[in-house]
């Protein structure tokens, strides 16, 4: 007995050997032993012990919208309530941005004020950027600008800043109220941690339908859905900040008398303040990333230029509004950043008048007034003018279909011998893994690698997915999801060792990446498919193209965190270029390149959702099935799978970068 | 000064304009939903705009298509405009049983969804439209992955149609891939139309790409509703199925409150009528030659006004 948990706790090649030939034999002859043995369970689920949850959640569902009420009001009125708080300052920022102020309703509305003009917003953004930086942040701010509106994106781009300006500031509040209590409770920080990793990993299609029926159809649902999804980093940045603000300064608030309240608010959130930006530049850019989601049940703007360009298959409209998206993260990105390490610069001279101590704000004031009430007579003011907006037109649609054309058969066998010699093979081995096996398996390498209660709780969750009868679909999930991880770090690691080693390389690398990760997958899904057709093939390049980024990021900064006097100590001792790599850079480098795994694998799983929109039958259809049907428990059902797919992965990953890091003796 | 003779001048306009329209029951916005394909949104604004010449006020609200009863129970949502008989009849059987929904008649548009091949495949499969012959030629459509079989692109599985099952009754070749979305399934069109590869898969109409590409239904033998339900109909005794699929008309519902609160929008809406071909020309206009929804329709309304002065008198 001692002698098998000894071999299962501490045997190592052994251990992993038998693991991968027991796995291998039972994917292999799962088949033929169910035939042989005529144990149907072997392969499938038992239908009769499969729970209902799904039916349990869309019951609760029903109820929680039509019968549930707290006396006085019904709980729907509770949200309801709350949309329309909501949605109160959202209409006076789209009136404010491109709508403007009127009074009345539909055809009797008198405009009373007109929205801001182009200009002034443009200049407002440059402004900003210089106050945080320097001039050179202000022109990149005022170009991103500039581009939406020469190309046509404004009034879009407008609808989509101010729904990302309502999101922001709601996500970043309450990011910071829950961060607060989770530094003064830690019991409160234990209960929250889950409910985040949760937020973070379920699907967003999974819980757009409640929100729909609670909150009622339009641009609210779209703005509490991003906030949903954008929250949780502001929180965990928001707790980690506050934890490490240095004992002394908080030792310091204490001596002068400070209240707890002066002391969060004078002493430790000004402190933590740098830190926190961090937080805040993290939720603008989710919340740009859920622009096309949004527009799905009614947010507007861009995201939904996107997906309407891209229906009637005008790949240059889809490229262009998609590029608006990104030039627009660009600026908002770039300004926070530079926000987040802004040095605090001495209070202006209170003896100099108004318009001098704050010249920045006075200028953007007179330009605002000036353009907006020249607005009123010269339309040109108002709204950049139709004519002067240029287009790439047909450009885009040429150049696929010559690619298409001259290619396509080129293409055909590279999709092929991937098809043959890597999909295949990995799914077949995957999807042939009987649960049971499944179960067992899960909880072995967890607990191996990260303690017991770490295996019985990947035991639990993987039984949690096959007794909701999701077995075939999230093996299928798994092994996209491999596949797609294998490539994106076969690519993305090379080339962040590159961009960690030399600075050219970083620029442009840098750039791709940015791009890559705030182009809204859509703009490129549909000319995937047009080259390589709907299949997993397809869904495979979507997903490595969104999930390189992290490969590529964790890479370089692992390479250039490296202690130089390792480096020098290894070409004393003669090391050519090839051996300082391959003996020094990149062994300690590895607990980087682990993290940058374990994120590669989140955006991936994140990313398969989407692909469901190509065709695939993972645990990412199963989810916009239920969506596209707006049934709330099988959507959540699976949108709990997938997290949990995701928190296996992530707990294993974090567990075996911990090992390595120990074994390097680096932090 | 000037300013203020502007904004008194609109003032006054909007006060004769108000009292020009008082007829209408309420001025609470009528809202009306939008899904995601052009047709839609086009019937949807043409009925919007009329409903504004009667002097009411219309919303368009954006959301999604079996989603939206959600909506259309409670009141949230008044109008959909587009529930297609072949697509959305469970949903919407499902909405009017709750005595919520109303049906508000057809929209006097035929729904028509099949199999579809582009023209230049009959040269390679002689034959064609007839289904035998698209069998007869299942290797012509196969593809590595689908090989030995034709490879057919299905709608998204949540569109139904029992593409798998018609498959299977009627002993075809071809297996069934289905795609994700309806930008996807156009996107694989677009893709082979250009090399002229074969392809077929399914397209329903009205819809642009019927005007675009030159191409054909596949005919199966005729749907019955019996064909669907009983095995024993049709040429495979043992299997339902074994025909194609069913067109109907596109249908107009409404919450039941809408005629309470606006009898002349509902009077408006149950006379909307348009056909296939009107609609084939606005949505090839818009999604071929780039015009805009607005102006398209704008220009419908001034080509057809005896037509539409006559759903709201």
Known sequence: MTGIVTFLTKGSRPFWLALLVITWALSTWSFPLY??????????????????????????????????????????????????MIEIPYRIMRSLLIDGFSLGQGQQAIEIAPSISWIAIIGAMAALAFYAKNRALAWLAGLCFAYLAVFGQWESAMVTLASVLIAVPIGV?????????????????????????????????????????????GPVSALVATVIYAMPPMVRVATVALHSVPEEIIEAGRMVGSKPRQLMWKV?????????????????????????????????????????????????????????????????????????????????????????????????MALTVITTLLGLWIPAFRLYPEALTITTGSIWSTIMEWINVTFFDTLEAIKTFFLTYLLLPVKRFFTGIPWAWGIIVMG????RLGGWKLGLMAALMTLFIAANGLWAKA????????????????????????????????????????????????????????????????????????????????????????????????????????QLLVRIKMPLAAPSLLLGLNQTIMLALSMLVITALVGTRDLGQEVYIALTKANTGQGIIAGLSVAFIAIMADRIVTALARTSQERLGVK | MTKLTILSAALLTAVSATTALAEVESLDPIKLTTHDWTGQIITTTIMGEVLKKAGYNVEYVQADYIAQFAGLKTGDLHVAMEIWETTGREAMDDATNSGNVVNMGSTGMDAVEEWWYPAYMEKVCPGLPDWKALNDCAAEFATPETAPMGRYLGGPVTWGGFDDERVEALEMDFEVVHAGTDAALFAELESAYQREAPIVLWIYSPHWATAKYDGKFVQFPPYSAECYSDPSVGMNPDAAYDCGKPTGPIWKVAWTGVADKWPGAADAIKAFDIDNDAMGTLVGRVDLDGESIDAVVADWMANNEANWSSWIK
């Open chain 1, 475 to 578: 093996m299928i999930t798994v092994y996209l999801v491999s596949v797609s991880v294998l490539i994106a770090s076969a690519i993305g690691i090379p080339l962040g060792v590159w961009a960690g080693q030399n600075a050219r390389a970083n620029t442009v690398i840098g750039t791709l990446i940015d791009t890559l990760q705030t182009l809204p997958s859509f703009v490129y899904l549909i000319p995937v498919v047009m080259l390589f057709r709907v299949g997993d093939f397809s869904a495979m390049i979507a997903v490595v193209l969104y999930a390189l980024a992290p490969a590529v990021r964790y890479a370089a900064h692992g390479i250039r965190s490296i202690d130089p006097e390792l480096i020098d100590a290894g070409k004393a001792a003669g090391c050519t270029d090839r």
């Open chain 1, 268 to 364: 430790l959130v000004p402190t933590a303040l740098p830190s926190l930006m961090v937080g805040v530049n993290q939720v603008i850019m989710l919340s740009l990333n859920m622009v096309i989601i949004a527009s799905m049940i009614g947010a507007g703007g861009l995201g939904y230029d996107v997906l309407t360009s891209l229906r009637r298959l005008d790949i240059g409209g889809g490229i262009e509004a998609g590029l608006a998206i990104v030039v627009m993260a660009i600026a908002l990105d770039r300004v926070s950043q530079a926000f987040a390490i802004r040095r605090v610069r001495p209070r202006p001279d209170p003896s100099k008048p108004l318009y001098l101590r704050y010249p920045l704000l006075s200028f953007v």
């Open chain 1, 35 to 84: 035939k042989a043995l005529g144990a149907r369970w072997i392969i499938k689920f038992p239908k009769k012990y499969e729970l209902s949850l799904d039916t349990w959640i869309s019951n609760a569902m029903t109820w929680l919208v039509e019968d549930a009420h707290f006396i006085l009001f019904t709980f729907r009125d509770l949200t309801r309530f709350i949309a329309a």
């Open chain 1, 444 to 447: 072995l390498i967890s607990a």
């Open chain 1, 173 to 217: 509040g309450g990011g910071l109220a829950l961060g607060i209590l989770s530094y003064r409770h830690p019991w409160f920080e234990r209960l929250l941690r889950p409910l985040l990793d949760l937020m973070q990993t379920v699907p967003v299609f999974a819980y757009l339908v409640p929100i729909l029926f609670l909150f009622g159809f």
